[in-house]
Protein backbone atom coordinates (compact mmCIF):
# COMPACT_ATOMS: atom_id res chain seq x y z
CA UNK A 1 0.00 0.00 0.00
CA UNK A 2 1.11 3.52 -0.55
CA UNK A 3 -0.86 6.85 0.43
CA UNK A 4 -0.55 7.81 -3.35
CA UNK A 5 -2.93 4.57 -3.96
CA UNK A 6 -5.22 6.22 -1.50
CA UNK A 7 -5.23 9.83 -1.55
CA UNK A 8 -9.01 11.56 -1.31
CA UNK A 9 -10.31 7.83 -0.03
CA UNK A 10 -10.53 7.08 3.87
CA UNK A 11 -9.13 3.91 5.00
CA UNK A 12 -11.42 1.63 6.50
CA UNK A 13 -10.61 -1.51 8.43
CA UNK A 14 -12.55 -2.97 5.19
CA UNK A 15 -10.70 -1.20 2.50
CA UNK A 16 -10.63 2.71 1.25
CA UNK A 17 -14.08 3.77 0.71
CA UNK A 18 -15.65 7.11 -0.97
CA UNK A 19 -15.89 9.93 1.81
CA UNK A 20 -19.58 10.59 0.45
CA UNK A 21 -20.27 7.30 1.51
CA UNK A 22 -19.83 8.39 5.02
CA UNK A 23 -23.11 9.87 6.34
CA UNK A 24 -22.78 11.32 9.79
CA UNK A 25 -19.35 10.36 11.02
CA UNK A 26 -18.55 10.14 15.22
CA UNK A 27 -14.74 10.93 15.87
CA UNK A 28 -14.22 9.87 19.00
CA UNK A 29 -15.31 6.36 20.10
CA UNK A 30 -14.11 3.30 21.86
CA UNK A 31 -15.28 0.07 20.70
CA UNK A 32 -12.88 -1.60 22.75
CA UNK A 33 -10.84 0.11 25.37
CA UNK A 34 -9.15 -2.41 27.76
CA UNK A 35 -6.16 -1.61 29.95
CA UNK A 36 -6.23 -5.15 31.52
CA UNK A 37 -5.90 -8.79 30.48
CA UNK A 38 -9.07 -10.61 29.77
CA UNK A 39 -10.70 -12.67 32.60
CA UNK A 40 -9.15 -15.94 32.13
CA UNK A 41 -12.72 -17.28 32.27
CA UNK A 42 -13.07 -16.39 29.05
CA UNK A 43 -10.80 -19.17 28.05
CA UNK A 44 -12.59 -21.84 30.16
CA UNK A 45 -9.62 -21.38 33.05
CA UNK A 46 -10.56 -20.15 36.70
CA UNK A 47 -12.18 -16.10 36.98
CA UNK A 48 -10.25 -13.88 38.04
CA UNK A 49 -10.66 -11.94 41.71
CA UNK A 50 -14.22 -10.05 40.62
CA UNK A 51 -13.22 -5.65 41.01
CA UNK A 52 -12.83 -4.16 44.53
CA UNK A 53 -12.98 -0.44 45.67
CA UNK A 54 -9.32 -1.26 47.02
CA UNK A 55 -8.58 -2.96 43.99
CA UNK A 56 -10.63 -2.23 40.61
CA UNK A 57 -8.10 -3.93 38.31
CA UNK A 58 -7.44 -7.41 39.91
CA UNK A 59 -6.46 -8.49 36.54
CA UNK A 60 -2.69 -8.24 34.69
CA UNK A 61 -2.22 -4.93 32.89
CA UNK A 62 -2.28 -5.14 28.86
CA UNK A 63 1.22 -4.62 27.44
CA UNK A 64 0.80 -6.60 23.91
CA UNK A 65 -2.19 -7.33 21.84
CA UNK A 66 -3.71 -10.17 21.69
CA UNK A 67 -6.03 -11.95 19.45
CA UNK A 68 -9.87 -11.89 21.54
CA UNK A 69 -11.82 -14.83 23.16
CA UNK A 70 -15.00 -16.33 21.09
CA UNK A 71 -16.97 -14.94 24.18
CA UNK A 72 -15.54 -11.70 24.07
CA UNK A 73 -16.53 -11.15 20.38
CA UNK A 74 -19.80 -12.84 21.00
CA UNK A 75 -20.45 -10.10 24.11
CA UNK A 76 -19.67 -7.29 21.05
CA UNK A 77 -21.63 -8.67 18.38
CA UNK A 78 -24.51 -9.16 20.54
CA UNK A 79 -24.64 -5.64 22.70
CA UNK A 80 -22.61 -3.14 20.20
CA UNK A 81 -23.59 -3.84 16.91
CA UNK A 82 -27.04 -4.14 17.26
CA UNK A 83 -26.53 -0.12 18.41
CA UNK A 84 -24.70 0.38 15.33
CA UNK A 85 -26.93 -0.92 12.88
CA UNK A 86 -29.56 1.30 14.45
CA UNK A 87 -27.41 4.19 14.42
CA UNK A 88 -27.05 3.75 10.61
CA UNK A 89 -30.12 2.63 9.59
CA UNK A 90 -32.22 5.31 11.90
CA UNK A 91 -29.57 8.26 11.61
CA UNK A 92 -27.11 7.68 8.64
CA UNK A 93 -24.39 7.13 10.74
CA UNK A 94 -22.34 5.35 8.10
CA UNK A 95 -19.23 5.76 9.68
CA UNK A 96 -17.06 6.44 13.48
CA UNK A 97 -13.29 6.80 13.86
CA UNK A 98 -12.30 4.50 16.55
CA UNK A 99 -9.57 6.33 18.49
CA UNK A 100 -8.05 3.46 21.01
CA UNK A 101 -4.47 3.03 20.77
CA UNK A 102 -2.38 -0.06 21.12
CA UNK A 103 -2.02 -2.09 23.52
CA UNK A 104 -5.44 -1.90 24.12
CA UNK A 105 -7.95 -2.32 20.93
CA UNK A 106 -9.08 -5.16 19.89
CA UNK A 107 -7.16 -7.91 17.65
CA UNK A 108 -7.64 -6.14 14.61
CA UNK A 109 -10.33 -8.92 12.71
CA UNK A 110 -12.47 -8.01 15.60
CA UNK A 111 -12.81 -4.58 13.93
CA UNK A 112 -13.38 -5.97 10.37
CA UNK A 113 -16.48 -8.30 11.81
CA UNK A 114 -18.13 -5.72 13.53
CA UNK A 115 -18.22 -3.42 10.50
CA UNK A 116 -19.58 -6.20 8.15
CA UNK A 117 -21.78 -7.03 10.52
CA UNK A 118 -22.71 -3.47 11.47
CA UNK A 119 -22.60 -2.26 7.82
CA UNK A 120 -20.43 0.98 9.57
CA UNK A 121 -17.00 1.70 8.57
CA UNK A 122 -14.61 1.99 11.31
CA UNK A 123 -12.06 4.13 11.30
CA UNK A 124 -8.99 2.33 13.05
CA UNK A 125 -6.52 4.29 14.82
CA UNK A 126 -2.70 3.86 15.76
CA UNK A 127 -0.81 5.78 17.66
CA UNK A 128 0.25 6.18 21.63
CA UNK A 129 -1.71 7.19 24.83
CA UNK A 130 -0.79 10.46 27.17
CA UNK A 131 1.58 9.91 30.19
CA UNK A 132 -0.88 9.09 32.81
CA UNK A 133 -0.49 11.15 35.93
CA UNK A 134 1.25 8.75 39.08
CA UNK A 135 -1.63 7.50 41.09
CA UNK A 136 -4.85 7.73 38.97
CA UNK A 137 -7.04 5.35 37.75
CA UNK A 138 -4.39 2.30 37.40
CA UNK A 139 -1.46 4.16 37.16
CA UNK A 140 -0.34 3.10 40.71
CA UNK A 141 3.57 2.80 39.80
CA UNK A 142 5.54 4.53 36.88
CA UNK A 143 5.34 1.79 34.83
CA UNK A 144 1.81 1.76 34.50
CA UNK A 145 1.57 5.34 33.61
CA UNK A 146 2.76 4.50 29.92
CA UNK A 147 2.82 1.52 27.56
CA UNK A 148 5.69 0.13 28.01
CA UNK A 149 6.80 0.29 24.20
CA UNK A 150 6.61 3.86 24.32
CA UNK A 151 9.36 4.63 26.87
CA UNK A 152 11.96 2.59 25.61
CA UNK A 153 11.55 3.65 22.17
CA UNK A 154 12.32 6.33 20.09
CA UNK A 155 10.91 8.91 18.09
CA UNK A 156 12.32 7.15 14.84
CA UNK A 157 11.03 3.82 16.28
CA UNK A 158 8.01 5.31 17.08
CA UNK A 159 6.88 6.71 14.16
CA UNK A 160 7.97 3.79 12.06
CA UNK A 161 5.69 1.75 13.93
CA UNK A 162 2.69 4.20 13.12
CA UNK A 163 3.75 4.09 9.63
CA UNK A 164 4.03 0.32 9.35
CA UNK A 165 0.42 -0.09 10.74
CA UNK A 166 -0.96 2.23 8.51
CA UNK A 167 0.73 0.93 5.17
CA UNK A 168 1.84 -2.57 5.94
CA UNK A 169 -1.55 -3.54 8.26
CA UNK A 170 -2.14 -3.96 12.30
CA UNK A 171 -0.21 -7.30 13.26
CA UNK A 172 0.16 -8.90 9.55
CA UNK A 173 -3.14 -8.66 9.00
CA UNK A 174 -4.31 -6.54 6.17
CA UNK A 175 -6.52 -4.39 8.15
CA UNK A 176 -4.82 -0.75 8.20
CA UNK A 177 -4.79 1.91 10.59
CA UNK A 178 -6.74 5.40 9.11
CA UNK A 179 -5.78 7.67 11.23
CA UNK A 180 -2.97 8.54 14.40
CA UNK A 181 -4.14 8.88 17.98
CA UNK A 182 -1.69 11.32 20.51
CA UNK A 183 -2.78 12.04 23.54
CA UNK A 184 -1.94 14.64 27.21
CA UNK A 185 -3.85 16.27 29.57
CA UNK A 186 -1.54 18.56 31.58
CA UNK A 187 -0.43 21.99 29.74
CA UNK A 188 2.76 20.90 29.43
CA UNK A 189 3.68 17.79 28.07
CA UNK A 190 6.22 15.25 30.05
CA UNK A 191 9.32 13.94 27.99
CA UNK A 192 7.68 10.69 26.99
CA UNK A 193 4.24 12.58 25.52
CA UNK A 194 7.06 14.86 23.37
CA UNK A 195 8.48 12.19 21.81
CA UNK A 196 4.98 10.66 20.57
CA UNK A 197 3.93 13.94 19.41
CA UNK A 198 7.47 14.15 17.32
CA UNK A 199 6.62 10.64 16.53
CA UNK A 200 3.17 10.87 15.36
CA UNK A 201 3.90 14.09 13.23
CA UNK A 202 6.77 11.98 11.66
CA UNK A 203 4.28 9.60 11.13
CA UNK A 204 1.62 11.92 9.26
CA UNK A 205 4.30 13.32 6.82
CA UNK A 206 4.90 9.70 5.12
CA UNK A 207 1.23 8.54 5.14
CA UNK A 208 -1.09 11.75 4.87
CA UNK A 209 -3.90 10.31 7.39
CA UNK A 210 -5.38 12.82 9.97
CA UNK A 211 -3.88 12.98 13.69
CA UNK A 212 -6.30 13.24 16.21
CA UNK A 213 -5.72 13.72 20.08
CA UNK A 214 -6.70 13.46 24.11
CA UNK A 215 -6.40 17.29 25.19
CA UNK A 216 -8.23 17.73 28.34
CA UNK A 217 -7.07 20.58 30.86
CA UNK A 218 -7.07 24.40 29.00
CA UNK A 219 -3.54 24.57 27.51
CA UNK A 220 -2.85 21.13 26.57
CA UNK A 221 -4.29 22.64 23.25
CA UNK A 222 -1.45 24.86 22.56
CA UNK A 223 1.47 22.55 23.62
CA UNK A 224 0.15 20.19 21.36
CA UNK A 225 -0.88 21.98 18.16
CA UNK A 226 2.95 24.20 19.31
CA UNK A 227 4.98 20.97 18.69
CA UNK A 228 2.91 19.46 16.19
CA UNK A 229 3.14 23.34 13.83
CA UNK A 230 6.99 22.94 14.82
CA UNK A 231 7.63 19.77 13.52
CA UNK A 232 5.80 20.94 10.09
CA UNK A 233 2.33 19.34 10.45
CA UNK A 234 -0.32 21.03 8.59
CA UNK A 235 -2.64 21.84 11.17
CA UNK A 236 -5.75 21.91 8.89
CA UNK A 237 -4.89 17.56 9.70
CA UNK A 238 -5.36 17.88 13.30
CA UNK A 239 -8.28 17.31 15.13
CA UNK A 240 -8.25 18.62 19.19
CA UNK A 241 -10.42 16.34 21.18
CA UNK A 242 -12.34 16.80 24.33
CA UNK A 243 -12.65 20.29 23.99
CA UNK A 244 -16.10 21.32 24.96
CA UNK A 245 -15.40 23.30 27.97
CA UNK A 246 -12.36 24.91 26.33
CA UNK A 247 -14.80 25.96 23.97
CA UNK A 248 -17.37 26.92 26.17
CA UNK A 249 -14.99 29.45 28.33
CA UNK A 250 -15.45 32.99 26.39
CA UNK A 251 -11.83 33.94 27.22
CA UNK A 252 -10.33 30.73 26.63
CA UNK A 253 -12.40 30.88 22.79
CA UNK A 254 -10.10 33.36 21.65
CA UNK A 255 -7.00 31.01 22.02
CA UNK A 256 -8.93 28.19 20.30
CA UNK A 257 -10.06 30.98 17.46
CA UNK A 258 -6.02 32.01 16.88
CA UNK A 259 -5.51 28.31 16.14
CA UNK A 260 -8.58 27.94 13.81
CA UNK A 261 -7.17 30.99 12.08
CA UNK A 262 -4.20 28.86 11.64
CA UNK A 263 -6.24 25.79 9.96
CA UNK A 264 -6.71 23.52 13.60
CA UNK A 265 -9.45 21.65 14.78
CA UNK A 266 -11.37 21.23 17.74
CA UNK A 267 -13.75 18.78 18.96
CA UNK A 268 -15.98 18.45 21.49
CA UNK A 269 -16.64 15.25 23.32
CA UNK A 270 -18.44 13.57 26.34
CA UNK A 271 -21.71 15.00 25.46
CA UNK A 272 -24.06 14.14 28.67
CA UNK A 273 -26.66 16.44 28.18
CA UNK A 274 -29.02 15.00 31.28
CA UNK A 275 -28.60 18.55 32.76
CA UNK A 276 -29.28 20.71 28.96
CA UNK A 277 -28.45 23.91 30.53
CA UNK A 278 -24.97 23.17 31.06
CA UNK A 279 -24.34 23.49 27.16
CA UNK A 280 -25.96 26.70 25.99
CA UNK A 281 -22.38 28.42 26.36
CA UNK A 282 -21.40 25.61 23.94
CA UNK A 283 -23.67 26.70 21.44
CA UNK A 284 -23.33 29.64 21.13
CA UNK A 285 -19.83 29.05 21.18
CA UNK A 286 -20.55 27.27 17.91
CA UNK A 287 -22.33 29.99 16.46
CA UNK A 288 -19.62 32.42 17.45
CA UNK A 289 -17.27 29.79 15.50
CA UNK A 290 -20.03 30.12 12.39
CA UNK A 291 -19.85 33.58 12.52
CA UNK A 292 -15.58 33.56 12.24
CA UNK A 293 -15.75 31.51 9.47
CA UNK A 294 -14.74 28.27 11.07
CA UNK A 295 -17.38 26.65 11.11
CA UNK A 296 -15.80 23.83 8.73
CA UNK A 297 -12.78 23.16 11.75
CA UNK A 298 -15.83 21.80 14.23
CA UNK A 299 -16.51 18.26 15.01
CA UNK A 300 -18.33 15.86 17.61
CA UNK A 301 -17.58 12.58 19.15
CA UNK A 302 -18.97 10.78 21.84
CA UNK A 303 -15.88 9.08 23.77
CA UNK A 304 -18.39 5.86 23.77
CA UNK A 305 -18.24 2.29 23.65
CA UNK A 306 -16.76 -0.01 25.42
CA UNK A 307 -13.78 0.11 28.20
CA UNK A 308 -12.28 -1.41 31.38
CA UNK A 309 -12.17 1.68 33.62
CA UNK A 310 -14.43 0.08 36.26
CA UNK A 311 -12.79 -2.72 36.20
CA UNK A 312 -14.80 -5.01 34.18
CA UNK A 313 -15.18 -5.05 30.70
CA UNK A 314 -18.66 -3.35 29.84
CA UNK A 315 -20.32 -0.63 28.30
CA UNK A 316 -18.38 3.08 29.16
CA UNK A 317 -20.32 3.92 32.33
CA UNK A 318 -19.15 7.70 32.50
CA UNK A 319 -21.27 8.35 29.63
CA UNK A 320 -25.59 7.79 29.39
CA UNK A 321 -26.44 4.98 27.74
CA UNK A 322 -26.30 3.54 25.39
CA UNK A 323 -23.05 3.85 22.99
CA UNK A 324 -23.63 5.89 19.97
CA UNK A 325 -27.36 5.93 19.92
CA UNK A 326 -27.13 8.69 22.86
CA UNK A 327 -25.87 10.89 20.74
CA UNK A 328 -28.95 10.63 18.23
CA UNK A 329 -32.10 10.05 20.49
CA UNK A 330 -30.39 12.66 23.23
CA UNK A 331 -27.82 15.21 22.52
CA UNK A 332 -28.76 16.25 19.21
CA UNK A 333 -32.27 16.93 20.39
CA UNK A 334 -31.30 19.35 22.93
CA UNK A 335 -28.21 20.83 21.26
CA UNK A 336 -31.31 21.76 18.92
CA UNK A 337 -33.52 22.93 21.26
CA UNK A 338 -30.67 25.43 22.25
CA UNK A 339 -30.41 26.72 18.95
CA UNK A 340 -27.59 24.90 16.95
CA UNK A 341 -29.04 24.72 13.31
CA UNK A 342 -29.76 22.22 10.79
CA UNK A 343 -26.69 23.55 8.73
CA UNK A 344 -24.40 24.33 11.57
CA UNK A 345 -25.31 20.21 12.41
CA UNK A 346 -24.62 18.80 8.91
CA UNK A 347 -21.77 21.29 8.43
CA UNK A 348 -20.05 19.46 11.76
CA UNK A 349 -21.57 15.84 11.65
CA UNK A 350 -21.36 15.25 7.58
CA UNK A 351 -18.88 18.09 5.92
CA UNK A 352 -16.04 17.98 8.59
CA UNK A 353 -15.46 14.55 8.99
CA UNK A 354 -16.18 14.06 4.78
CA UNK A 355 -13.14 16.42 4.48
CA UNK A 356 -10.94 15.54 7.04
CA UNK A 357 -10.85 11.66 6.93
CA UNK A 358 -9.45 11.03 3.54
CA UNK A 359 -5.74 10.22 3.17
CA UNK A 360 -4.14 13.68 1.73
CA UNK A 361 -0.88 14.52 0.05
CA UNK A 362 1.92 16.24 2.32
Known sequence: MTTRQYEGKVITVCGPVDPAKL???????????????????????????????????????RTEEKPMSPARLQYLLDDAVPLLKQA???????????????????????????????????????????EIELGRYWAKTPDLQIWPFVRKSSVEELADFCVREILE???????????????????????????????GARAWK????????????????????????????????????????HLSDPSYRKSILSWMDRGANFMPTNLDVRKPENWRLLIEAIHQVFDAGHGDKLLFGMDHGYCTETGLFERVQFMPQPPWMYMFKDVLPVFRSLGLTAAEEKTIMVDNPRRIL?????
Open 169 to 199: GVHGTNVHAGCIKLGTSQPAMTPTERKTFQA
Open 23 to 61: GQVLMHEHLHSDMCEEDPSNYGLPPAPKPTKENPYPLPF
Open 88 to 130: RTEHGMNAYCDVTMPPWRAWPDVYTKISKASGVQIVMATGFYR
Open 358 to 362: PVQST
Open 206 to 245: QTGVHITTHCTLLGADTSQLTILDMEGVDLRRVVIGHVGW
